[in-house]
């Protein structure tokens, strides 16, 4: 009900009394967003995915090509994902019915003139694949072809190794936003990262973004090598400050770090939060993690792995933190976070300004 997505207190995070509870937004649809990792999707094989409650049957046809279609055959809504791929169609695995990648009934296979008049298909959403990933766009379809899937230079350069990263998160998409643009947060890495004093230079805000710019000075501490690595302080005099640029660029974020006196960043992080369920209180975080090659051939490929294991660790403590805010949040029934970081409250406006609330409906799994 709309009532209850409203809070009736004043709100200490600077938001209006009657601005809907941020954790009730639901993420802004027309947009391109990762549902899958390509290799999730081999030739000739379906993949289950799903968007904000939605399920979507991917496969890859003979071709190569990659198709989504809503994941319930449109004769007796068995998910079509269960099918079998056959050339450039998907064939439902109950009585055998065709889709075509636009959705389209290609064949029934026990179809006469006695028969009813059949369904034309079911819902196909537009597909890009990119940087490894599938992207679909679950928005007005109109809207696809003008809408950019993210441009990432980094991935396609050959100066460049990435890293894929694939999770589920249990907890709104805005908490994530929050928790990588706010910076104050190193406490809880003290362990993995050393103890770190970011210090804020400055941010922007416009009508979908946020971009702020820390500078990252070292105070000691024990220091996981992954982090000695990433931060490249192999190969440069330790205790110089790193700069680091983090901006939500609805509804995707990039983090980007240059160490002092270069002009190209050491590593930069491209993520995206996916809403899974309808209530989209689990999301799926997509991360692209790419680093620069040294000049060494193939050191970058032996630290490979410490490097993974510092990132996983870091990604575990971020998890457990946003999924304990969540679970307040259900705990409480309503968002009583009480932010007062000038930027975060930008952020949440942004958040708020570009999403959609949602709607009583959206425990049902069939949000639109
Ligand atoms: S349920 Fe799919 S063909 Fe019957
Ligand atoms: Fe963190």
């Known amino acids: 009900m709309a009532e209850e997505q409203t809070a009736l207190h004043p709100r200490p995070d600077g938001s209006s009394a009657t601005a809907p509870d941020l954790r009730r937004t639901g993420i802004g649809q027309d947009h391109w967003y ?21 399920r979507i049957a991917l496969y890859r046809s003979a071709s190569g090509t990659v198709h989504a279609l809503e994941d319930r055959c449109a004769h007796r809504q068995v998910p079509l994902s269960m099918g079998v791929v056959e050339g450039e169609v998907l064939r439902c695995c109950y009585h055998a019915w065709a889709y075509r990648g636009d959705g389209r009934i290609s064949q029934i296979p026990y179809l006469t003139k006695e028969c009813a008049r059949p369904p034309r298909g079911v819902r196909a959403y537009p597909v890009h694949e990119a940087h490894g990933l599938v992207f679909v766009f679950p928005g007005d379809p109109a809207k696809a072809a003008t809408t950019p899937v993210p441009r990432l230079p980094a991935v396609a350069s050959p100066r460049h190794r990435t890293m894929t990263f694939s999770r589920t998160v249990r907890c709104h998409y805005s908490f994530l936003h929050e928790n990588l643009l706010d910076m104050n947060h190193q406490f809880l890495h003290r362990g993995v990262v050393g103890r770190i004093r970011p210090q804020l230079l400055g941010y922007e805000t416009g009508p979908s973004s946020v971009e702020a710019r820390y500078l990252f000075r070292s105070t000691g501490g024990r220091k996981d090598r992954g982090a000695r690595l990433l931060a490249a302080e192999g190969v440069r005099s330790s205790g110089r400050p790193d700069l680091l640029t983090i901006r939500t660029e609805y509804p995707y974020q990039t983090l980007l770090s240059v ?24 999301s799926h975080a997509y991360g692209l993690l790419s680093i620069a090659k040294p000049p060494v051939p193939g050191a970058l490929r032996l630290a490979w792995p410490l490097i993974r294991r510092f990132t996983e660790r870091v990604f575990a403590e971020d998890r457990m933190a946003v999924e304990a805010e969540q679970r307040a949040w259900d705990e409480q029934g309503e968002d009583r976070n009480r932010e007062i970081f000038p930027l975060i409250l930008d952020l949440r406006a942004v958040l708020r300004a570009n999403g959609t609330p949602l709607g ?9």
Do not use: I, K
Request: glycine residues 6%; hydrophobic residues 40%; negative net charge.
């Open 360 to 368: 009583p409906g959206c425990a049902s799994g069939r949000p639109d």
């Open 34 to 54: 990762p549902v899958a990792v390509s290799a999730s999707v081999p030739r000739n094989r379906t993949f289950p995915a799903t968007f904000a409650g939605r």
């Open 259 to 282: 160490p002092e006196n270069a002009d190209v960043p050491a590593f930069s992080l491209w993520a995206v939060y996916v809403p899974e369920d309808a209530e989209q209180r689990v």
